[in-house]
């Protein structure tokens, strides 16, 4: 079935620093969400990615579409304690489901 | 609107005991789902329904039931519980399943087996 591959797992950074996780498909992608959920939360949705090469950014996130619809990031410039948690990106299925990546948790050192 | 509500919080069962796991939205959604979520193992999608009537099995469905008798409600029945489900569940909905719509999900249920 569908596969969404999430890297890395696990990021540790420096308040400030800047912060990157990816999400790679081996088929083409119709589009593309990206989820985040804090520490003993639920998942909440952040964006969606439809066209192909598609930028979309808030305040100090970016996402970022792959020109072939296989690939996706999400970069956060100057992190902060409250970005702490778990980013995931979720791919539409065929039945109209999500199929999610593994995540990938972020921890910020104040 | 309250959203997409799940009861029980926190749930101990022992193994081979039974239980319903209920999940409730009031924003008129179609599509509701199951997913559960284990440490490193990212959200998997259990059952799902794509309206009153009508569902059909994710990823991981072997264990559990599911119905959905109206649009609001889509509760999740664990049969015999067995330790392998030790998890968090959550619920989740959108209005439809064509197209592309954000998923909102539920506070989630803390389900520990021994």
């Known amino acids: 079935g569908q596969q969404v591959m999430q890297i890395p797992q696990y990021q540790h950074v420096q308040e400030g620093e800047d912060f990157t996780t990816y999400c790679n498909s081996s088929?083409?992608?119709?589009?593309i969400q990206w989820y985040k959920q804090r520490p003993g939360g639920h998942p909440v949705f952040l964006i969606q990615?439809?066209?192909?090469?598609e930028v979309k950014k808030q305040k100090r996130l970016t996402f970022q579409f792959g020109e072939a619809k296989k690939n996706s990031s999400l970069h956060i410039t100057a992190t902060q304690t409250t970005d702490v948690g778990t980013y995931f990106c979720?791919?539409?299925?065929?039945?109209?489901?999500?199929?999610f990546g593994k995540g990938t948790k972020l921890s910020v050192k104040p | 609107n309250a959203g997409v509500t799940q009861t029980p919080k926190f749930q101990v069962l022992k193994t081979g005991q039974s239980m319903t796991l209920q999940c409730a939205q009031d924003?008129?959604?179609?599509?509701m789902s199951w997913y559960r979520q284990d440490p490193g193992m990212g959200l998997r999608l259990i059952h799902y329904?794509?309206?009153?009537?009508?569902?059909d099995q994710g990823e991981v469905p072997n264990g559990y039931n599911v119905s959905r008798s109206t649009t609001e409600d889509f509760p999740l029945r664990l049969l015999s519980a067995a330790p392998s489900q030790t998890s968090v569940y959550f619920c989740?909905?959108?209005?439809?399943?064509?197209?592309?719509?954000?998923?909102?999900f539920g506070p989630g249920t803390r389900l520990t087996v021994t």
């Open positions: 989740a909905s959108r209005p439809t399943r064509q197209g592309s719509y954000e998923q909102y």
């Open positions: 088929t083409t992608l119709s589009n």
């Open positions: 990615l439809v066209k192909s090469g």
């Open positions: 979720a791919a539409g299925g065929s039945q109209g489901n999500l199929i």
């Open positions: 924003m008129n959604h179609e599509y």
């Open positions: 329904s794509v309206g009153a009537g009508i569902t």
